[in-house]
């Protein structure tokens, strides 16, 4: 949902905060292999398999691996990565008209792109074990210890990763675009919210302001240091450039204005990112998984829903 307006159009509280996400890829390890920037899905996947096969690390041993990935069901978080990827190979949840939605989770571009993702678990196997139980807490040291070379997450990570793998080893880049050219990133915020029986109204009022203005936008954002509670800033009169020097957080900021899409505007997300993290999540743990039975059947709980909540298309 982008901002403070709820389904019933309403607004219940300001954004102050924006970000995206993008790929945080070992540069260290992609030079060792010979490989270039990825470009496409399967320039991705043929990294991801390099850093599986090839000891870029180069102890001789086969303990390093593709991609980090916080596969866990446990607040809807295989969803909640894999959304990205979803709309980048032309598949969605649902399909929306007028303020009503249709299930298409279940289509033939959603399909493919969880075929897509099981193949990394089950053909390539170039995913770090245990992604099927990670939260991100614990896909972080993943990729910050060298177990794996290739971890797509959020901007907030860069002054840990820094610290703990070093700045000189790591780039950030988005993510390529999926089948078809189509490049897409889950995009999310932070809000302030105007409390209902308030006894300070007139404050929470001034607080809000104050937090979307430059002045707030620019004391939020701390800079260069990892301290900040503002990633992007929202307020178009801010330039993130001359408040931050480190320009990778401009490719956060492209990414966010290009490509960058909110979940779907329904009244509560919770149940389907749930619904949906639990399908991905046994698709991929079982690589006999019957892809298309699994979404059709997830389809079905989506239309239950959306009707549920009274959004359904009829």
Not at 55 to 80: L, M
Not at 149 to 177: C, H, Q, S, W
Not at 285 to 308: H, M, P
Request: with cysteine; glycine share 12%.
């Amino acid at each position: 949902m982008g901002g403070g307006e709820g389904a019933d159009g309403k607004t219940y509280a300001v954004p102050f905060s924006a970000q995206s996400f993008a790929l945080f890829i070992r540069s260290d390890w992609r030079q060792k292999v010979g490989l270039p920037t990825p470009t496409s899905w399967a320039d991705l996947d043929a990294l991801a398999t390099a850093f599986t096969t090839k000891d870029p690390d180069g102890n001789g041993k086969a303990d390093t691996f593709g991609y980090a990935v916080p596969g866990s069901t446990k607040r809807g978080y295989t969803s909640w990565y894999f959304t990205s990827f979803l709309w980048s190979a032309g598949g969605d949840y649902f399909n929306e008209s007028g303020g009503k939605f249709a299930p298409a989770i279940a289509s033939p571009q959603s399909v493919a792109a969880v075929d897509w993702f099981k193949k990394q678990f089950c053909v390539d196997k170039s995913v770090a074990p245990g992604a099927v139980t990670m939260e991100t807490t614990q896909a972080h040291p993943v990729f910050e210890t060298g177990k794996a070379g290739i971890y797509f997450t959020g901007p907030y990570n860069m002054g840990r990763f820094d610290k703990n793998l070093g700045k000189d080893k790591y780039e950030v880049v988005p993510a390529p675009a999926g089948p078809g050219g189509k490049a897409a990133a889950l995009a999310e915020g932070e809000n302030v919210y105007l409390m209902a029986g308030s006894k300070n109204e007139a404050g929470q009022k001034k607080f809000a302001e104050f937090a979307i203005s430059g002045q707030g936008q620019t004391i939020g954002m701390a800079g260069d240091t990892d301290g900040s509670i503002v990633r992007l800033p929202v307020n178009s009169t801010v330039d993130l450039a001359s408040v931050r020097k480190d320009t990778r957080w401009q490719v956060f900021d492209k990414i966010y204005k290009d490509t960058g899409r909110y979940t779907p505007n329904v009244p509560e997300w919770t149940p389907f990112r749930q619904a949906s993290a639990e399908t991905l999540n046994a698709i991929v743990a079982n690589c006999a998984s019957d892809i298309q039975a699994e979404l059709t059947k997830l389809d079905e709980t989506f239309g239950e829903e959306l009707s549920k909540q009274g959004v359904a298309a009829s």
